[in-house]
C-alpha cells in the first residue's frame, strides 16, 4: 500500500512538472497575428474612440440645453404618470392636455391630482392659470435642478409644487402637496417653451 502511494505521489510530481513546458510548447506555436489584423483592431479602436467621443459632446449639449431651459424660466413639464403618496396606486396620464407650464412670472397648469382626505380618494383636474409664483426658487443640485413655489390657486388651500429635473435625461419629478389633500406625485420630462 504504501509502495502504490509513493508511486502516485512521485507521478503527480512529474506531471505537475511537465504542465508548464507543454503550456510554453504549445504557445509557442500559435502563429502570430498578421499585421493587416492589427491595423483593423486600431481602426476599429480608433472609429470606438471616436464614437464615444460624439457621444459625450452630444449628452454635455443635452445637458446644457437642459440647464438654460431651466433658467430661462420657460419650459413645460410634460407628466406621463402619477400617483398619491404615501402609498397610491400609479396611474398613467394619456391625456395630451395634462401640463405644468412655467413661463417668465406665471404659470398654466391642468393637472390630474387626487381629493380626498382618506381613501378612497377622487381624481379631480387642477386647470388654471396661476398669475404670482409665490417663493419661486430655483436651485441646482448634483442631478439637476429643483424648482419650487406656492400658490392658493382658485382656493382657500395653499399647495406647494416641487419640481425636480434631471438635466442628464430631461426627465423629471412633480410633487403638488397641499394642506388639506394628499401629496401627489409625477413622473414625466420637460421641453423648452417654442
Not at 28 to 45: C, F, G, I, M, N
Not at 150 to 164: I, K, P, Q, V
Request: hydrophobic residues 35%; glycine residues 6%; aromatic residues 12%.
Amino acid at each position: 500500500m504504501k509502495k502504490s502511494l509513493i508511486i502516485i505521489g512521485i507521478a503527480t510530481v512529474v506531471v505537475l512538472a511537465a504542465v508548464p513546458t507543454l503550456r510554453a510548447i504549445r504557445t509557442s506555436s500559435v502563429p502570430t497575428e498578421a499585421p493587416a489584423d492589427q491595423r483593423h483592431e486600431k481602426e476599429l479602436s480608433e472609429k470606438h474612440r471616436e464614437r464615444i467621443a460624439k457621444r459625450k459632446a452630444r449628452q454635455a449639449a443635452y445637458e446644457r440645453f437642459i440647464d438654460s431651459t431651466v433658467l430661462s424660466h420657460n419650459f413645460i413639464f410634460y407628466p406621463s404618470m402619477f400617483n398619491v403618496e404615501p402609498a397610491g396606486g400609479s396611474h398613467l396620464i394619456s391625456n395630451p392636455n395634462a401640463e405644468l407650464a412655467i413661463y417668465s412670472d406665471w404659470a398654466d397648469i391642468c393637472l390630474p391630482y387626487y381629493r380626498g382626505f382618506t381613501p378612497p380618494y377622487r381624481i379631480s383636474v387642477v386647470n388654471t392659470v396661476i398669475t404670482t409664483l409665490n417663493g419661486y426658487t430655483t436651485v441646482q443640485t448634483d442631478d439637476g435642478w429643483t424648482v419650487t413655489f406656492d400658490s392658493w390657486l382658485y382656493s382657500g388651500n395653499e399647495y406647494t409644487f416641487t419640481l425636480n429635473i434631471y438635466s442628464s435625461t430631461g426627465g423629471a419629478q412633480l410633487q403638488m402637496s397641499s394642506n388639506f389633500y394628499p401629496t401627489t406625485t409625477y413622473w414625466g420630462s420637460i421641453s423648452a417653451v417654442r
